[in-house]
């Protein structure tokens, strides 16, 4: 049984000379990440958000897939934001946006700098994220989701979840208590929880895939 592995930055990442940090982590999830959100992307048009873009290769891999929509990464960490504009130019991408340092322990995160476009975003994005973040990221994500929304656009979170207070495996509760040694604001969400946020906020969980290594990938629109 694969074990997940805890990638959180920068320091423990191979760099470049020209600044591109490469995630491991990557390279054994990006596939199956596309192949989940492939069915709503391809067809999509407009701007999708990745939040806590990291090293800047999921997006740069995704903005590949799909070259009709122009994609706004962004990451705390500066660098993490170098990595995404290094790989954007190593990849010669026209489609990816310069990097913001969206903070969402904030509640006002959305309005950062010159703000993010209301209503046109077809999707936003968040791999690996919520279990290495305070549970105010998870409530601040949810709440500015629909402002930022398309219609039809949709949240898409990978990770591992608890489903119904469970873990799905014992390396993710090994996984669950590793990562609340190290903070207590961390650990693995359950997603009956992550739903009721966007139920709150007027999402609903459209879909709930499973994924290699105990990880799921949870897709929210808008809808009762």
């Known amino acids: 049984m694969a074990e997940p ?3 959180f930055g920068a320091a423990d990442w191979p760099r470049a000379a020209d600044g591109r940090l490469d995630a491991q982590a990557f390279h054994r999830n990006h596939a199956p990440i596309w192949s989940a959100i492939a069915p709503f992307m391809q067809t999509a048009d407009g701007l999708a958000l990745e939040i806590g873009s990291g090293s800047g290769q999921h997006v740069t891999a995704f903005a590949r897939h799909a070259p009709a929509i122009r994609w706004y990464p962004s990451d705390p960490d500066p660098r993490h934001r170098a990595s995404i504009a290094a790989w954007t130019r190593h990849a010669g991408l ?3 946006a310069e990097p913001r340092a969206l903070d969402l322990t904030r509640s006002d995160w959305d309005s950062d ?3 993010l476009p209301a209503g046109e975003f077809c999707a936003i994005m968040c791999v690996n994220v919520l279990h290495i973040a305070p549970w105010a990221v998870a409530e601040n994500l949810m709440t500015a989701a629909p402002r ?3 219609g039809r656009g949709h949240v ?3 990770g591992p979840y608890l489903r119904d ?3 799905t495996a014992p390396s993710n509760a090994a996984f669950d ?3 609340r040694a190290q903070d207590p604001r961390w650990g693995v969400r ?4 992550v739903a009721a946020l966007a139920r709150r906020a007027g999402l609903r969980l459209h879909s709930r895939i499973d994924m290699p290594a105990n990880n799921q990938t949870l897709i929210f629109a808008r809808g009762a």
């Open 177 to 179: 208590a590793s990562l």
């Open 113 to 115: 700098g010159d703000g």
């Open 148 to 150: 930022l929304l398309q």
């Open 5 to 7: 592995v805890p990638e």
């Open 94 to 96: 026209d489609n990816v």
């Open 156 to 158: 898409f979170l990978y």
């Open 165 to 167: 207070g469970r873990h």
């Open 190 to 193: 359950d997603v009956a929880d």
